[in-house]
């Protein structure tokens, strides 16, 4: 099965709130543009709900009511999008980068091979980033060989990759595992990247097993926000989170489990084969309920 075009797909455009959504690269992105990507691509031709969240992050740079702030080092940066989809977290991500006058930075919006087609689509509307390192590259999840290819390419230009961007990924039971172990394929470094993730809770029923096989892999915390009444999470009123996570330093020595069931299970984990499961997501749930 397409992974794009689910049985029974009945979705429609979405729209952002007018906020930093709102820029020269929206136009690509509309409710027209997304209906007719839908058709085509399925899934990966809307823009989903946390995409705006994480817009809005990437407007509100190093602000001081945001914590933690998506800080900037002096230094180059080269940003990996895992399902980029549309591709305007990555290029509404480019474009605050080169307003910033920041020209050797890299942005590489990675999705299956087929939806590649539509992310160079879309790329050649974005006339704001004519002046950016944008670039497109399959990497469909789970797929050791895809990962590699991307980490070969930066690593031969003299780079590292320094951030892993990924908008609202976590749904579908079937794709929790193979997502997973891409972003295990991309941070397996000396020095693994940041990881920013924007999700929207949907059905933690299903969700869950996600987190507590990922917090075993990397340590998370959600960015929250400063309001009036104190902290408050970031993107709380939509259902949403935004998480910043790196690799615990001892997994980088773990094996991966070569199966979807081992891995979301914990096995090797911790360096046994034992199942386990981490409890940062479930103890953030209960801290919002207080």
């Known amino acids: 099965m397409d992974p794009n075009f689910p049985r029974d797909l009945a979705i429609s455009a979405s729209s952002g709130d007018g906020g930093p959504a709102a820029s020269s690269t929206s136009s690509a992105f509309n409710a027209e543009a997304q209906t007719n990507a839908i058709q085509r691509y399925g899934i990966a031709g809307r823009v989903w709900e946390a ?9 509100d ?7 933690p702030p998506f800080h900037l080092p002096s230094g180059p940066i080269t940003a990996i999008e895992l399902g980029a989809g549309m591709g305007v977290t990555g290029f509404m991500l480019a474009e605050t980068l080169i307003s910033l006058g920041r020209r050797d930075d890299r942005v590489i919006l990675t999705d299956l091979p087929e939806v590649c087609d539509l992310l160079r689509e879309n790329l050649r509307l974005q006339a704001s980033l004519r002046l950016s390192d944008v670039r497109v590259a399959p ?35 079937e794709l929790l595992a193979p997502l997973l172990r891409s972003l295990l394929h991309i941070t397996s470094s000396t020095s693994p990247p940041l990881v920013i ?17 990922f917090g075993l892999w990397f340590a998370f915390e959600p960015v929250l926000v400063r309001k009036e009444k104190g902290w408050a999470r970031f993107g709380e009123e939509n259902d949403a989170y935004i998480f910043c996570a ?12 070569e199966s979807d069931e081992a891995l ?7 360096g046994t084969l034992t199942g386990k499961s981490d409890d940062t ?10």
């Open 51 to 59: 995409a705006y969240i994480l817009l809005r992050y990437f407007h």
């Open 61 to 67: 740079l190093d602000s001081a009511i945001i914590e």
């Open 139 to 173: 990497l469909a999840w789970g797929n050791l060989r895809h990962a590699e290819d991307v980490r070969d390419q930066v690593a031969s230009d003299g780079r590292s990759i320094t951030h892993v961007i990924c908008s609202d990924l976590v749904y579908f039971p």
């Open 197 to 213: 993730i924007s999700y929207k809770i949907r059905s933690l029923v299903k969700e869950t097993a996600f987190w507590n096989a």
């Open 246 to 257: 790196r690799r615990r330093p001892d997994s980088l020595a773990w094996a991966i489990p």
């Open 264 to 270: 979301l299970a914990g096995q090797e984990a911790q």
């Open 281 to 290: 997501f479930e103890l953030l749930l209960m801290m919002d309920l207080e």
